[in-house]
């Protein structure tokens, strides 16, 4: 009772301590959801699922060693993390120590990767494909996949879009709202729609 009174005089100690505990039955219940589509899941140890995470897809979904996926003063307290693999082949693959906050969508027809320790903030959203093809006549066909890499410890804002095909160097930091359709280099910062860059983690004064 002293340890529980003393978790109640503090909240953000009390909610962690919280998500712990639940964390193991948050990993059962994606794999339950996963286990409908017939599709896999692996996950490591010490991780730590703080948010609702809807699993959809039929392809693979890895969670390496302590990775966080959502917090409770992170926003977006209605929008769950959504993880789709969506076809057989497909994979995401969240490596060790990332952070994965609410409202998140990854959503992958070839696959996606998010590199270790990296902090992807709320509302981010990957897709690795145009889902349909582009000419008038052929919006029903599939569109072009092309696989999703974030190296490690890569910062996301929050509302960052990225696209098919892009690859994002180690240490870069990419600003709230930005759309990603290209290749970003190591370390380099990114912002706007379209994306430029301003500047260099590695060059930074401050």
């Not at 899941?41 to 699993?55: D, K, S």
Request: charged share 15%.
């Amino acid at each position: 009772m002293i340890i529980l009174h003393e978790l109640l005089r503090k909240p953000i100690l009390a909610i962690t301590a919280l998500s712990a505990r639940l964390s193991p039955w948050r990993v059962l219940q994606i794999r339950v959801q996963a286990r409908l589509y017939s599709a896999t899941v692996q996950t490591g140890h010490h991780i730590t699922i703080a948010h609702p995470v809807r699993f959809q897809g039929f392809g693979t979904l890895i969670i390496e060693d302590e990775v966080q996926l959502g917090y409770f003063l992170a926003g977006l307290s209605n929008s769950p993390i959504h993880l789709q693999p969506r076809e057989t082949s497909a994979v995401i693959r969240i490596c060790r120590g990332a952070a994965i906050m609410n409202g998140c969508e990854l959503v992958a027809r070839s696959a996606i990767t998010i590199g270790r320790n990296s902090r992807i903030g709320p509302g981010c959203v990957f897709m690795d494909s145009d889902f349909h093809a582009l000419e008038p006549d052929q919006r029903d066909r599939a569109g072009v996949s092309r696989p999703i890499l974030l190296g490690d410890n890569v910062w996301f804002g929050r509302a960052v879009t990225v696209l098919k095909g892009v690859s994002i160097g180690k240490d870069a930091v990419v600003g709230a709202g930005c759309v990603v359709a290209g290749d970003i280099p190591p370390g380099a910062i990114v912002v706007g729609n379209p994306m430029r860059v301003v500047g260099s983690v590695y060059e930074s004064g401050e």
